[in-house]
């Protein structure tokens, strides 16, 4: 049986280039990251920080490590940090920034991302009363996993930044995706993360890069959060045979490449859409599909036939099932699962 696995674009696997980069190394291309010695990795955090547009630029091992040392770079034990309620930092990235970081951490509320700067600035806390913890940092999401891969776009990336200045907080970006974003507005990724302090963005999505991620801001930022990475374990050695991949994702042509994950998406959406089921197919911006259920059932269930079937999906929520394309994702992948998605929607749904 065919397997069509839509859980998330973390199941990619390199590209040919990708391996063939891999093929090219020999020992005079790879030394001691945690010395600063491997040609590979430093040859891809300044590529990175090019790319980004930011002074420099730290090889991680994970998009949840990139937060956390971003984060723990630009606040002290004791400070509160705004983070939006459906944040991966929040939700997903098990309570690391108040367990290691000894941060509070207070919620916003938002529209597929974006939140009310009124609002939002009823949260500040006074720096002056010493009985508060103070707001130092502020982040966003962009694109927003739980609000379906929405796009943030620069002028509110703007926004955000005015807001962040005018409260003196640092702005961090979860641009795990922030690529996607890019490409689905055609626009230089330099035109969103000129307005942010600190981004994290991911190799290991839709760049498809088999591990790792990418930190980057000034240089005294990096410098700080290597010492933070060093803490947390994520100190390698020759790690230019992980690195390697970023080198060929950054190229403009593997970038340019994830329009295919959201035409994809777009055709995936356009199908289950023309089912008459009790469902809300959300519109995909970029390369993430949610499906919200309109009828009570068993979501497990769903997911759990659709799994049967050779379509593989996560359950995002309790009403919502996420849908996620990325490399190696043909157009007959997305036909086939089209078809099984609507005959196990149609066992629970038409009841």
């Known amino acids: 049986m065919k397997i069509v696995d839509l859980r998330s674009d973390t199941v990619t696997k390199p590209s040919p280039e990708m391996w063939e980069e891999l093929r090219s190394l020999d020992d005079s291309k790879i030394g001691d990251d945690v010395e600063g010695e491997d040609p590979t990795v430093n040859e891809l955090e300044k590529k990175a920080a090019r790319v980004i547009g930011k002074e420099a630029a730290l090889f991680v091992t994970s998009g949840t490590q990139g937060n956390l040392v971003s984060l723990l770079s630009q606040t002290k034990p004791g400070d509160e940090i705004l983070l939006e309620e459906l944040s991966h930092i929040y939700k997903n990235e098990v309570g690391s920034a108040a367990r290691i970081g000894g941060l509070?951490?207070?919620?916003?509320?938002?529209?597929?991302?974006?939140?009310?700067?009124?609002?939002?600035?009823?949260?500040?806390?006074?720096?002056?009363?010493?009985?508060?913890?103070?707001?130092?940092?502020?982040?966003?999401?962009?694109?927003?996993?739980?609000?379906?891969?929405?796009?943030?776009?620069?002028?509110?990336?703007?926004?955000?930044?005015?807001?962040?200045?005018?409260?003196?907080?640092?702005?961090?970006?979860?641009?795990?995706?922030?690529?996607?974003?890019?490409?689905?507005?055609?626009?230089?990724?330099?035109?969103?993360?000129?307005?942010?302090?600190?981004?994290?963005?991911?190799?290991?999505?839709?760049?498809?890069?088999?591990?790792?991620?990418?930190?980057?801001?000034?240089?005294?930022?990096?410098?700080?959060?290597?010492?933070?990475?060093?803490?947390?374990?994520?100190?390698?050695?020759?790690?230019?045979?992980?690195?390697?991949?970023?080198?060929?994702?950054?190229?403009?042509?593997?970038?340019?490449?994830?329009?295919?994950?959201?035409?994809?998406?777009?055709?995936?959406?356009?199908?289950?859409?023309?089912?008459?089921?009790?469902?809300?197919?959300?519109?995909?911006?970029?390369?993430?599909?949610?499906?919200?259920?309109?009828?009570?059932?068993?979501i497990f269930k769903i997911v759990s036939e659709l799994g049967k079937e050779g379509v593989l999906s996560f359950n995002i929520s309790k009403e919502k099932i996420r849908f996620v394309t990325h490399y190696g994702i043909q157009e007959d992948d997305i036909e086939l699962s089209i078809q099984k998605i609507g005959q196990i929607l149609g066992k629970y749904l038409t009841k």
């Open 104 to 298: 509070m951490i207070r919620t916003y509320s938002s529209n597929k991302g974006v939140p009310s700067y009124d609002q939002l600035q009823k949260l500040i806390r006074d720096k002056e009363d010493i009985h508060e913890p103070p707001t130092t940092l502020f982040s966003a999401e962009n694109t927003h996993n739980y609000h379906g891969g929405a796009i943030i776009p620069p002028e509110i990336m703007r926004d955000m930044k005015d807001f962040s200045n005018k409260n003196d907080l640092k702005f961090h970006l979860d641009g795990a995706r922030i690529f996607n974003a890019a490409i689905a507005l055609r626009i230089p990724v330099t035109e969103f993360t000129k307005h942010v302090d600190s981004v994290m963005f991911c190799l290991s999505k839709g760049l498809s890069c088999p591990v790792g991620s990418i930190v980057a801001g000034s240089k005294e930022f990096i410098t700080n959060a290597r010492r933070y990475r060093k803490m947390l374990g994520g100190g390698m050695r020759q790690a230019g045979i992980i690195a390697a991949f970023g080198l060929v994702a950054l190229e403009p042509v593997w970038i340019k490449r994830l329009e295919e994950d959201h035409k994809n998406a777009k055709l995936l959406a356009e199908g289950i859409r023309s089912y008459d089921f009790p469902i809300n197919v959300h519109n995909p911006q970029t390369n993430i599909v949610l499906v919200e259920l309109m009828k009570k059932t068993s």
